[in-house]
């Protein structure tokens, strides 16, 4: 179902989200260097998740699943080969949590991956392997390929929180591991807040701690501290459920489950962001930041795109070095939609309209957000749609599709002749 065709149709039922990517990558990794039996349950795999299963695989861990749970018995000393291949799929998250961590091991861990992944930036990684004279080579393919060797030193480190939070999560999940003390210093304003408040969350969950300083810019990591294993319960993934929650916005009738209103995930911010595009009533331009929830700007564009007056989301630069340039994406698509939006610098201008059209040919660039998002735009719009290249739903949310139909959705596989 590589093409598909969309028929308008509401959506109506009950939709009980997947669990958290972020929260599952986060308690593999933790999972995996406790020493002994740890189980995870509420896991849905996901191309992602699966790419930081096969890493941890690679370093040691035992893992295995069944029925949505992982049992995992963590890594044990010299159990891990001189050198090991790591094959991150498009993932993100796996290459720059398991960067930092490859030190730790003896001998060369390749990183191989696909897609746009070769192009997201790493050089908060290469400035930092640099600066301790490690090994760091990344070669100059369209496919990433890179490799790293050598063991970090405790000290203080710095690192900038302008590009992705990833990089620093990384750190946190490795300085604990080393045989001094650390200290861990951000030198730009730290966005995606929510996703460190998300790793110390869990890291704490399995018995590391390491001590914030009020301004939210500076780690103090205890050496020689040791993960214990622990039976954990992925919450529900916001991100995911961003997607149901605006086609409710939009007029369908879902009764989403699965979520706690407690949560820690930056992309709770959906509910919210919602609330503030329902009002109606203020005549001035709605302005909308964001810099900490990239991943749920598509589809928060398409409901300011049918919401009464203007918006103006703001900040939106690292979403040129997602999956796919997402801020063009989301402008292009949408507007062959019938949206009317304009990109400005960093942001997205967007003037609300009554009804979108359809009828065109749009394209996901690849990318599982985009994918999603124009899947719910079709349940409004006046005539099918076509999207190109549906598949890479995989990355995040495998059942997307099937989810999507049993909820009403009209789907047929479309032959682009």
């Not at 079709?378 to 599709?401: A, L, Q, R």
Request: hydrophobic share 40%; net charge negative; aromatic share 6%.
């Amino acid at each position: 179902m590589t093409n598909l065709t969309l028929t308008p149709n509401a959506l109506n039922g009950t939709v009980t989200v997947p669990p958290s990517k972020s929260m599952a990558h986060r308690a593999v990794i933790c999972a995996s260097l406790a020493a002994g039996r740890s189980t995870i349950k509420n896991i849905q795999l996901s191309d992602d998740i699966l790419a930081t299963i096969e890493g941890m695989r690679s370093f040691g861990a035992i893992i295995f699943y069944d029925d949505q749970t992982l049992t995992i018995d963590g890594i044990r000393n010299g159990t891990a080969k001189e050198s090991r291949t790591i094959n991150c799929n498009e993932s993100g998250s796996t290459l720059r949590f398991l960067i930092p961590l490859a030190t730790l091991f003896t001998g060369e861990t390749h990183f191989i991956g696909q897609g746009h992944l070769g192009k997201r930036p790493l050089e908060p990684y290469q400035e930092l392997f640099d600066a301790q004279s490690l090994h760091y080579h990344q070669a100059t393919t369209e496919n990433l390929q890179l490799s790293v060797a050598g063991s970090l030193t405790p000290g203080i480190y710095e690192m900038r929180g302008d590009i992705s939070s990833q990089f620093i999560t990384g750190m946190l999940l490795t300085l604990p591991l080393l045989a001094g003390d650390s200290v861990l210093q951000i030198t730009t304003h730290l966005e995606s807040k929510g996703y460190i408040d998300l790793t110390l969350s869990v890291l704490q969950s399995f018995g590391i701690l390491i001590e914030q300083e009020e301004d939210g810019q500076v780690f103090r990591i205890k050496g020689q501290q040791a993960y214990s294993p622990r039976d954990y319960t992925v919450e529900g993934d916001y991100s995911q459920a961003a997607f149901w929650l605006s086609a409710n916005a939009l007029g369908n009738k879902l009764l989403v489950s699965g979520l706690d209103s407690d949560s820690l995930q930056g992309d709770q911010a959906i509910v919210s962001i919602l609330d503030t595009l329902s009002d109606g009533s203020n005549d001035s331009e709605r302005v909308i930041d964001g810099a900490q929830v990239p991943d749920i700007i598509p589809v928060v564009a398409l409901v300011a795109a049918l919401s009464k007056g203007k918006t103006k989301i703001i900040n939106l630069e690292r979403l040129r070095i997602k999956e796919s340039d997402r801020l063009v994406a989301t402008q292009k698509e949408l507007t062959a939609l019938g949206a009317q939006i304009e990109i400005v610098e960093d942001s997205l201008l967007i003037e609300g309209v009554s009804r979108l059209s359809g009828g065109q040919q749009v394209w996901s660039h690849k990318d599982h957000r985009m994918a999603m998002m124009l899947a719910i735009a079709s349940t409004v719009s006046e005539e099918p749609i076509h999207i190109k290249d549906t598949d890479c739903v995989k990355k995040s949310y495998p059942n997307f599709w099937e989810t999507f139909q049993q909820l009403g959705g009209k789907v047929n596989e479309w032959n682009m002749g």
